[in-house]
């Protein structure tokens, strides 16, 4: 007897038999299971990010 979720309680794993899992497969009303999705490993970000500086009068402050 296979375990499914439906889509009224997804979080509610409930036990069927085979003809109620297909019926309510073929009316829509299943969880489709889908495996976690593959994410490939985070590249390091530099040690030293370059600073954007401006440089010339406009858009400077003084002190």
Same mark, same amino acid.
Do not use: H, W, Y
């Given at each position: 007897?296979?375990?499914?979720?439906?889509?009224?309680?997804? #979080?509610?794993?409930?036990?069927? #038999?085979?003809?109620?899992?297909? #019926?309510?497969?073929?009316?829509?009303?299943?969880?489709?299971?889908?495996?976690?999705?593959?994410?490939?490993?985070?590249?390091?970000?530099?040690?030293?990010?370059?600073?954007?500086?401006?440089?010339?009068?406009?858009?400077?402050?003084?002190?």
């Amino acid at each position: 007897m296979p375990i499914v979720r439906t889509t009224m309680r997804p #979080d509610q794993p409930i036990e069927v #038999d085979d003809i109620e899992a297909a #019926d309510l497969k073929a009316q829509g009303l299943l969880v489709e299971e889908t495996p976690a999705p593959v994410v490939p490993p985070a590249t390091a970000a530099p040690a030293n990010p370059a600073k954007k500086t401006s440089t010339g009068a406009a858009g400077s402050k003084e002190s």
